[in-house]
């Protein structure tokens, strides 16, 4: 064989890996597709509507936490939302976990002197550094705090007033249950062309992945906001980790694999915003994707030794690992154009893997989008094919964008986190 031969052979073989790869995590998404549908069909739901209310003698102590930095917009709002929420206020504990080093300091307080006058239990938590980000400041707070159960909300979240109402008795109801994650909705999802996309790909992690995972008993990820978690079950793993941007799902498996698990509820949907500049956007997006390498580095292994099934602990696996879709992608793309070169510019050989890739990539865009577009009524059909069409070049550009840091965060590299901008609507 010459070396030319080799060379092609080798791209060949790197190419078909890639592919393959890429398969594997489409198959996933594929068979929560189909799932989502059986128990659409079953009327299943997520479980929670059959989960009585508690009776308000019962109602329990909550700490709710918001971390926030340099976010002076949306700090009030935050502040309101929470004091608005129905709950007995001797027994709602809410803590402004504030790392901030600009004026929103002073705008937080001037808000919580006056909701405190109104009666209200709001504690200001300032730190001298922000040594461990998000997850140092929601350690700090929970120093400060023995409520059994914490909610977690985003500085730019506004929870509905009946969210505790409706979600605490969800995690009361089941003993071994970490912590019980709400659906979330956006308030800028029709801003511009970046938000319509990002709320067809969020409508489908929630109301399919997460959902859906939740159903079948598998592994899924708490999300850093919308949240309450079960305070035994935080302290039983040692509490929040800083190693990791994602420090959310590094908790998440760590309950997980100590023996408690995750209930999820579609109702009420807690409304946020998304980054609305593409900027944003990839510094968030790059964010989530080393944040899911530095978890994977620690966690595959015990996930893998993990007491469960096969098929949860292959789940859990593929969870972890579904980023790795940037670089599989970006490394599909490089070979299939040096092989074209190698080949004297025909493409011929690779037609077969093309259209495998086409039929796949387009049975998990159109399964995981358009049943949660129908269900929420998002718009029109005409709106979902035109929003839809932007999404395979944005991910091409993400995964060219993102691949070369998550390569970087795979040998060592750290990041430090950066917050995404955000504004009051």
Not at 26 to 53: C, M, Q, T, W, Y
Not at 132 to 154: I, N, Q, R, Y
Not at 350 to 365: D, E, K, N
Request: with cysteine; charged share 20%; proline share 5%.
């Amino acid at each position: 064989m010459t070396i030319h031969g080799l060379l092609v052979g080798l791209i060949d073989v790197a190419l078909t890996l890639c592919i393959l790869g890429m398969v594997a995590i489409g198959a996933n998404f594929l068979v929560l597709v189909g799932r989502f549908l059986i128990d659409e069909l079953r009327g299943a739901g997520d479980g929670s509507k059959l989960v009585p209310a508690l009776a308000e003698a019962d109602l329990p102590h909550v700490v709710l936490q918001i971390p926030v930095f340099n976010e002076p917009r949306v700090v009030e709002g935050a502040l309101r939302a929470a004091t608005a929420l129905d709950w007995p206020r001797d027994r709602l504990h809410i803590q402004l976990l504030d790392d901030s080093t600009d004026e929103t300091t002073a705008r937080a307080e001037e808000i919580i002197t006056e909701l405190r006058a109104a009666g209200h239990d709001v504690t200001h938590v300032r730190r001298e550094d922000r040594s461990g980000f998000k997850a140092g400041a929601c350690a700090a707070g929970l120093a400060l705090s023995d409520a059994p159960f914490v909610a977690m909300l985003d500085v730019d979240f506004r929870p509905p007033a009946d969210w505790l109402r409706k979600a605490i008795p969800v995690i009361v109801a089941d003993p071994q249950a970490g912590f019980v994650q709400a659906r979330c909705e956006f308030a800028n999802y029709r801003k511009n062309w970046l938000t319509r996309v990002q709320g067809l790909i969020l409508d489908a992690h929630f109301m399919i992945e997460q959902r859906t995972r939740a159903n079948l008993g598998w592994l899924f990820q708490f999300n850093g906001t919308g949240g309450i978690w079960r305070r035994k079950a935080i302290d039983s793993v040692g509490g929040w980790q800083d190693y990791s941007l994602t420090e959310d799902l590094d908790l998440t498996i760590r309950t997980a694999l100590a023996g408690w698990h995750g209930r999820f509820i579609s109702s009420p949907a807690i409304p946020g915003q998304m980054p609305e500049g593409m900027r944003d956007w990839r510094r968030q997006q790059r964010r989530w994707s080393n944040g899911f390498v530095q978890v994977a580095k620690r966690t595959v292994g015990p996930l893998w030794r993990a007491p469960w099934s096969l098929t949860e602990r292959v789940s859990a696996i593929v969870l972890v690992l579904h980023q790795a879709f940037f670089p599989l992608c970006a490394g599909t793309i490089i070979l299939a154009t040096l092989g074209t070169l190698a080949r004297g510019l025909s493409f011929s050989e690779y037609v077969p893997l093309s259209v495998l890739v086409v039929i796949m990539a387009t049975a998990v865009l159109v399964g995981m989008t358009l049943p949660p577009y129908l269900a929420l009524k998002r718009g029109t059909i005409w709106l979902y094919i035109a929003t839809m069409a932007i999404l395979p070049p944005l991910f091409i550009y993400l995964a060219v964008a993102n691949a070369p840091k998550i390569l970087q965060t795979l040998r060592g590299r750290q990041e430090h986190f950066k917050r995404t901008p955000k504004i009051e609507h």
